[in-house]
Antibody, heavy 120, light 108 residues
Framework: QVQLQESGPGLVKPSQALSLTCSVS??????????WSWVRQPAGGGLEWIGR???????NYDPSLKSRVTISADTSKNQFSLRLSSVTAADTAVYYC????????????WGPGTAVTVSS | EIVLTQSPGTLSLSPGERATLSCRAS???????LAWYQQKPGQAPRLLVY???SRATGIPDRFSGSESGTDFTLTISRLEPEDFAVYYC?????????FGGGTKVDIK
């Protein structure tokens, strides 16, 4: 059974970069069957897709965040990562890493989420 | 981007009642590209339905999805206590992937 776990700082200063890692267990990220996505949710708010990476390194990003986002993968560690630069208070949210099934278009496995606060 | 509008914002019902949740897309998308999720407080979302009407593994058959043009519906035939939660629709028809604003189903 595939499990995802986010890790990273819970507090980031404004203008700095937010960096999170998702560790995947029970399955390989080096599979053409899945994308590996990041989704965030501000407190009391809805879900916002940030972007995703495919096993071959191909990435897609939300246009509103594209200039600040980088998603990368380390297949040797079976991890993928999110870097969001120049953060502001508006980036305060719970961040989820998610497995995105390529052939039936749905996010079937979610990490528990990690809360990130942007504050000085 | 494709905007998904969910209605109502809140649905107040009693256990045993039927819940009908709506998701309207701003443009036509294939039914293959619409999913529904359930989220309870403090938890990550859980996949309920993909391809507009296919239940995910382990999802009870009281949950069903349907589609009519740009309108998608999630129906819970008889609400169980554990079904009171927030429900989101999501589209894969075109990047960026987008979610609806959610419908909260709470206890009347």
């Amino acid at each position: 059974q595939v499990q995802l776990q986010e890790s990273g700082p819970g507090l980031v200063k404004p203008s700095q970069a937010l960096s999170l890692t998702c560790s995947v267990s029970g399955g390989s990220i080096n599979s053409g069957s899945y994308y590996w996505s990041w989704v965030r949710q501000p407190a009391g708010g809805g879900l916002e897709w940030i972007g995703r990476i495919y096993f071959n390194g191909y990435t897609n990003y939300d246009p509103s965040l594209k200039s600040r986002v980088t998603i990368s993968a380390d297949t040797s560690k079976n991890q993928f990562s999110l870097r969001l630069s120049s953060v502001t208070a508006a980036d305060t949210a719970v961040y989820y890493c998610v497995r995105d099934v390529a052939h039936y278009y749905a996010m079937d496995v979610w990490g528990p989420g990690t809360a990130v606060t942007v504050s000085s | 981007e494709i905007v998904l509008t969910q209605s109502p914002g809140t649905l107040s019902l009693s256990p045993g009642e039927r819940a009908t949740l709506s998701c309207r897309a701003s443009e036509s998308i294939s039914s293959s590209y619409l999913a529904w999720y359930q989220q309870k407080p403090g938890q990550a979302p859980r996949l309920l339905v993909y391809g507009a009407s296919s239940r995910a593994t382990g999802i009870p058959d009281r949950f069903s999805g349907s589609e009519s043009g740009t309108d998608f519906t999630l129906t819970i035939s008889r609400l169980e206590p554990e079904d009171f939660a927030v429900y989101y629709c999501q589209q894969y028809g075109r990047l960026p992937l987008t979610f609806g604003g959610g419908t909260k189903v709470d206890i009347k």
